[in-house]
């Protein structure tokens, strides 16, 4: 029995680099359009896409990065408007208060409004999760928190204290007992 070994080509043919760069060139092409397309789609959402694929509902939250649902520029300010400033205070087991920040969270200003959300909205399981990052952060325990709002009222160049709004308090559920 003898066989026969065939030489293959030293060289590949020219039209496998040429079909390379096309395949490149599609794929990046693609890519990009896949971009483009989940941008326009969190900015917009898709009606008849929603309907019939519920999964694919446009969501408006920040979580969606880089594909950014909220607007630019934030709406103008007109004369007489009234703007909320929050700030949140945590309240320790000696009664003694600290305020608690962005900084103190390890988290960027947008969320911590989150969490001041989660607080005015009664989310306690959102709370919850801040208070956890609070306490594994500074190795302090939290049994309440305070939220103040500082009202202000725009008043064309100037800004002036707006009416008092009275602070919302939570009580946190203190340590459990454990179980004899």
């Known amino acids: 029995m003898l066989t026969t070994i065939r030489k293959l080509p030293s060289k590949v043919p020219a039209y496998s680099e040429h079909f390379h760069e096309k395949l490149s060139s599609a794929c990046i092409s693609l890519v990009i359009l896949f971009t483009l397309?989940?941008?326009?789609?969190?900015?917009?959402?898709?009606?008849?896409?929603?309907?019939?694929?519920?999964?694919f509902e446009a969501t408006r939250s920040p979580n969606l990065w880089p594909f950014i649902s909220y607007p630019l520029y934030t709406a103008p300010h007109h004369v007489g408007e009234v703007l909320d400033q929050y700030s949140l205070f945590g309240?320790?087991?000696?009664?003694s208060t600290v305020?608690?920040?962005?900084?103190?969270?390890?988290?960027?200003?947008?969320?911590?409004?989150?969490?001041?959300?989660?607080?005015?909205?009664?989310?306690?399981?959102?709370?919850?999760?801040?208070v956890e990052w609070w306490e594994k952060r500074h190795s302090r325990?939290?049994?309440?928190?305070?939220?103040?709002?500082?009202?202000?009222?725009?008043?064309?160049?100037t800004v002036?204290?707006?009416?008092?709004?009275?602070?919302?308090?939570?009580?946190?559920?203190?340590?459990?007992d454990?179980?004899?």
């Open 99 to 130: 305020k608690i920040d962005a900084d103190d969270l390890g988290v960027c200003i947008w969320h911590l409004g989150t969490f001041v959300d989660s607080i005015r909205n009664d989310d306690s399981e959102l709370t919850g999760q801040m």
């Open 178 to 180: 454990p179980p004899r």
């Open 37 to 55: 397309g989940a941008q326009y789609y969190s900015s917009f959402g898709v009606g008849f896409v929603s309907r019939r694929f519920p999964l």
């Open 141 to 157: 325990k939290l049994i309440g928190l305070r939220l103040e709002n500082h009202r202000l009222v725009f008043a064309g160049a």
């Open 91 to 95: 309240i320790l087991e000696d009664s």
């Open 160 to 176: 002036e204290e707006g009416p008092r709004q009275l602070p919302k308090t939570v009580t946190l559920p203190l340590a459990k």
